[in-house]
């Protein structure tokens, strides 16, 4: 059975310190390419947070909305890019998409901690300092927001 096609609307959420160190995840299915945690909405009435609680669990093992880390922790950025899908990825999506609307948010932990990654879909991951974080992105979108994460976190 096929997989439906992915909705052209998701979430990129840059997991931070308040001390501006970045979690950053590398791709198995591009080595190489380092990202925050990014994933498509699964139906197109989800709601953004709930989106984001869902990809940050599935691909970090950070449970939002738990005891240790409260839903406050995750802040909207009211950010938006609209950016061309790369075309290696362009066949998860209905024939003639190619692009997508992203909304970036911001989640504080205290400080880095280990994560779970889930193996078919990251290699490793690195706490970085944000502009060495956003250095390292492959995207430019995800870079653009971890250099705007100072005016974040400093509110």
Known sequence: M???PKIPESVLVVIHTPALEVLLIERADQP???QSVTGSKDRADEPLIETCVRE???ETGLAIGSAE???AALQDWQL???YEIYPVWRHRYAPGVTHNTEHVFGLTLPAPRPVQLNPREHLQHAWLPWREAADRCFSPSNAEAILQLPRFVMR
């Open 56 to 58: 940050v669990a599935e």
């Open 32 to 34: 190489g390419f380092w």
């Open 80 to 82: 938006a890019n609209l």
């Open 2 to 4: 096929s997989r439906p």
């Open 69 to 71: 880390l409260p839903l």
